[in-house]
C-alpha cells in the first residue's frame, strides 16, 4: 500500500458531479481532477438534460478513462442542481462502494492536491466531514478575491457545530469532503 501523506491508496474516493449544459468550463474540470496527486477515485456524473455539448464531451472522458470517469444515462432530469446532487448520492451509496466522497461542479478547478489534503484533514482530526474555503474568480480564472469567506463576511465553523451550520450554513457544497457513512 502507498501512503500519500498519512492515507492509504486503497482508500475510494467517489467524487459527484451534476452538470447541466457546463460545455465551456467542463474539460477543464475533469482534467484538474485526473492530474490529482490522490489516484485512487471514480468520478460519478450525472447530466439533467444538457442541450449543449456537455454529454458530448462527458463520453470523450468515459471512453479515454472508463476506470476512472462513469456517466450514469439513466434519463432522470432532476430539474436543478440540488435535486442532480441528491440523486448522485443516492446512487453514490446504493452502488458505489466508497470510502469517501466528493462533490464537483462542473465549473470548478481543483489543485492537485485538493483530494489528498481533504482526506488527511479528515483521518487526521477524526472528523466524517470537512469543507474548505475557495478561491474566488471569473469565468477566465481572473482571482475576483482570495477567499470566498472573506468575500462573504463567513466565519468557518469549528468543533461541534451541529446546531449552528444549520442556521449560519458556511458550507459551500462542491468543498466537501465527506465519509461516506454521512450519505446513509
Request: charged share 30%; proline share 2%.
Amino acid at each position: 500500500m502507498i501512503r500519500i501523506g498519512g492515507v492509504g491508496m486503497q482508500t475510494k474516493i467517489g467524487i459527484l458531479m451534476a452538470t447541466y449544459n457546463g460545455e465551456r468550463f467542463i474539460k477543464e474540470q475533469i482534467d484538474s481532477i485526473l492530474a490529482q496527486t490522490y489516484k485512487n477515485w471514480q468520478l460519478i456524473i450525472h447530466d439533467d438534460g444538457s442541450t449543449d455539448l456537455t454529454v458530448n464531451i462527458i463520453k470523450e472522458y468515459v471512453q479515454k478513462y472508463p476506470d476512472k470517469v462513469v456517466f450514469i444515462e439513466d434519463g432522470i432530469k432532476c430539474g436543478g442542481a440540488k435535486e442532480n446532487f441528491a440523486h448522485l448520492m443516492k446512487i453514490a451509496r446504493d452502488k458505489f462502494n466508497f470510502d469517501y466522497i466528493m462533490f464537483s461542479d462542473q465549473d470548478d478547478v481543483w489543485y492537485s492536491d485538493k483530494i489528498e489534503k481533504s482526506i488527511n484533514y479528515l483521518e487526521e482530526k477524526k472528523v466524517d466531514l470537512v469543507y474548505t474555503d475557495v478561491e474566488v474568480v471569473d469565468e477566465n480564472l481572473n482571482l475576483i478575491h482570495k477567499s470566498l469567506f472573506e468575500y462573504r463576511g463567513i466565519k468557518p465553523l469549528e468543533g461541534n457545530v451541529t446546531k449552528e451550520l444549520f442556521i449560519r450554513n458556511p458550507v459551500v457544497g462542491f468543498t466537501v469532503c465527506a465519509r461516506s457513512s454521512i450519505l446513509k
